[in-house]
């Protein structure tokens, strides 16, 4: 039996299949659909597709369509539901749910800048071997502090939280999709630095940016970065990080961009979202700002 996703989103996705993630794109003007093979991840019985869709842009979009036997065995539309936190298990068959919501239908495309163009064929990400599995960091610095601590593998960030403010080193330059973790399901949100030097300060423009789906202990980016330092700010305590480094031959995660998204069919694309990230920045300063006063309250005699 053959089967196949075709989707696009705006502006960023991963797309589970029973719970098995096989694509992890973020858009850029003029991208074709993804056409991705999922029948080794199908079942008899119920199956669960699941996007995990973001934007900062306030607005963004789904078009995708699952194809077998033939015909077309679902496409988005208004039967489709949106869930606006996760839930432990709600990517497996039968699993918990949350709340659930309608999806607004935007119309058929192309409408606004999105197009379908004709597919391009990518292999499923869940099929795709890594390279050497997940890469640990060698080293982390906590905050400002002039010392590196070594971490001797999987469990030492496991344990406690590293804080809010963290640095980790990978002994060597890689190419990865990154991973983070975090102390709390509810926060989680904030900017990283990958280079290939430590950031010795906070500077625009960061690297990315980041804001996990409440409910989650989990964020991971859609694209690759190269580096081999890696600074996190958060909100919430860092537990851990790690890096997914894919076989060069994978084509379907792509190397991150500062490529400013455009405009299609004379259409302006919307408002950007440099406003709100510098929000979310001012927020973060203040709330660094007021742990600090507290630390200090606590030491005072």
Do not use: C
Not at 225 to 233: A, E, G
Not at 262 to 274: C, D, H, N, V, Y
């Amino acid at each position: 039996t053959e089967a196949a996703v075709i989707l696009l989103a705006d502006e960023e996705i991963h797309l589970f299949v029973n719970g098995e993630v096989v694509a992890s794109r973020r858009y850029r003007v003029g991208d074709r659909a993804a056409r991705l093979p999922v029948a080794a991840l199908l079942r008899a019985g119920a199956n669960r597709l699941v996007a995990e869709l973001r934007s900062e842009r306030g607005v963004g979009g789904l078009l995708l369509r699952l194809e077998g036997d033939g015909g077309t065995l679902a496409v988005t539309g208004p039967s489709w539901r949106i869930a606006r936190r996760y839930e432990p298990g709600m990517m497996a068959p039968g699993g918990p749910l949350p709340r659930l919501e309608p999806a607004r239908v935007w119309g058929r495309p192309p409408t606004g800048r999105w197009r379908l163009g004709r597919p391009e064929l990518l292999p499923p990400l869940g099929q795709t071997p890594l390279d050497g599995g997940p890469r640990l960091a060698r080293r982390v610095r906590i905050a400002s502090a002039d010392s590196w601590e070594r971490l001797q593998g999987d469990t030492d960030w496991r344990s406690l939280p590293l804080g809010r403010r963290v640095t980790f080193d990978w002994g060597e330059p890689i190419t990865a999709s990154i991973n983070l973790v975090f102390a709390r399901t509810e926060t989680g949100r904030g900017f990283f630095w990958a280079s290939d030097r430590p950031a010795q300060r906070r500077h625009w423009p960061p690297s990315g940016y980041f804001r996990k789906a409440p409910g989650s202990r989990s964020w991971t980016s859609t694209e690759m970065h190269t580096f081999r330092y890696l600074t996190v700010w958060s909100d919430t305590d860092l537990v851990g990080v790690r890096a997914f480094r894919f076989e060069p031959a994978f084509s379907g995660l792509r190397q991150a961009t500062a490529e400013l998204p455009g405009g299609i069919a004379s259409l302006a694309p919307p408002q950007t979202s440099r406003p709100a990230l510098e929000r979310m920045w001012t927020q973060l300063e203040r709330a660094e700002a007021a742990a600090a006063r507290r630390a200090e309250s606590a030491e005072s005699p």
